[in-house]
């Protein structure tokens, strides 16, 4: 089977640094995706890794261990718009058969 | 210019109806895909399709037939909607098959079958 698993909620403030975990056990690996998501609206593309290592990009960096089946999304310089859901997506296959975690729900206080 | 819409944003029905969602991106992309939202945010892929063709159907019950006129399309049909169906569907498209092809979605259609 397919498992992904993210902390359902967090809380950090405004101007911090916070770091969102995913794990995941899949039946093969092909690439890590995570989306943001605001309330009522689509998930939004933020990053894309397939290569262990961080990848930065602006205030957000994701971060890829193929050999832990973990990935984390780091948010720097946080800001209130930056409340959302995140969400962890893994490829097991070819193909874009996209597993999605559960997501995790950035509350960002002032 | 919207890169994927979907039509209606909102849905209500009775139980036992049948419906339809409507999906068409401009990006001129070669796949695209349905997604459900439940209520516990979780998403899940329905079905994806790549030129025209049906690539990925997950384990969905055959109440749902998905259609793709051409590239840029992919209408999904729900026939006998249940309580169960209540959800956000989303749909999305993405370049290719390629995995590190980010995929685009659409602004959902919030299903409620009463």
């Known amino acids: 089977g397919q498992n992904i698993d993210q902390p359902t909620e967090m809380t950090a403030t405004e101007g911090a640094i916070v770091q969102i975990n995913c794990t995941y056990q899949?039946?093969?690996?092909?690439?890590l995706f995570w989306y943001q998501q605001h309330a009522g609206e689509a998930p939004t593309f933020l990053s894309y890794n397939v290569l262990d290592g961080l990848e930065e990009k602006g205030r957000f960096s994701s971060f890829l261990s193929r050999s832990k089946g973990y990935s984390y999304l780091l948010l720097k310089e946080l800001q209130m718009k930056d409340s959302a859901s995140y969400l962890c997506?893994?490829?097991?296959?070819?193909?874009?058969?996209?597993?999605f975690g559960p997501g995790t729900r950035l509350s960002v206080l002032p | 210019d919207t890169a994927v819409s979907q039509t209606p944003k909102y849905l209500v029905t009775q139980m036992g109806n049948d419906k339809s969602i409507k999906c068409e991106q401009n990006l001129g992309h070669d796949t695209m895909y349905w997604y459900k939202q439940d209520s516990k945010k979780f998403l899940k892929i329905m079905f994806s399709?790549?030129?025209?063709?049906?690539?990925i159907n997950e384990t969905v019950p055959n109440r749902f037939s998905p259609k793709s006129p051409d590239k840029a399309h992919l209408n999904l049909h729900i026939n006998s909607l249940e309580l169960g169906d209540s959800a956000v569907y989303f749909c999305?498209?993405?370049?290719?098959?390629?995995?590190?092809?980010?995929?685009?979605f659409g602004p959902g259609t919030r299903l409620t079958v009463l």
């Open positions: 997506a893994v490829s097991p296959s070819y193909g874009q058969n996209f597993v």
């Open positions: 899949t039946s093969g690996f092909n690439g």
């Open positions: 399709y790549n030129n025209k063709e049906l690539i």
């Open positions: 999305a498209s993405s370049q290719g098959l390629a995995e590190s092809n980010e995929q685009f």
